[in-house]
């Protein structure tokens, strides 16, 4: 994983400032409050560094949609629940749900970021397995 990106991402999920959701990268409720799985936060990274772009979608579920250039699976109508091909290239991850490199000690944990987040790790665990296996 790009040393650079992982130290970014880190801090993000540290910081507090991201309200963690399940199965979207990222949400925004009726009350205006919005939400990310640990992937969306990379996302809004990605966004921030202008890599990608985000687009409400009219979906009940409030999902928020990211795009990068196209050049990947996700196409240009981008992705609600998996890192676009752009992020995941940027970022160094091997595939696009953050597949976890597994450990005999630690058989435990789920084998993808986005399946921890999704069965209720939180950020700051997540942080951790990031920290020690990317």
């Not at 009726?30 to 640990?38: A, L, W």
């Not at 966004?47 to 990211?66: C, E, F, I, P």
């Not at 953050?98 to 942080?127: K, R, V, W």
């Amino acid at each position: 994983m790009n040393p650079e990106i992982k130290e970014r991402w880190l801090e993000a999920l540290r910081s507090g400032e991201y309200k963690q959701g399940r199965k979207l990268l990222s949400s925004v409720a009726e009350d205006g409050t919005v939400s990310y799985c640990c992937l969306g936060v990379l996302c809004e990274l990605a966004h921030q560094s202008d890599l990608v772009t985000k687009v409400a979608t009219a979906a009940q579920d409030g999902a928020v949609q990211y795009r990068g250039a196209g050049l990947g699976s996700d196409g240009p109508q981008g992705s609600t629940a998996y890192l676009p091909y752009d992020v995941m290239k940027w970022a160094g991850l091997p595939d696009s749900e953050g597949y976890i490199p597994q450990s005999p000690q630690e058989d435990h944990l789920p084998t993808s970021l986005a399946s921890m987040n999704d069965t209720g790790f939180t950020f700051a665990e997540i942080a951790d397995v990031i920290e020690a296996r990317f």
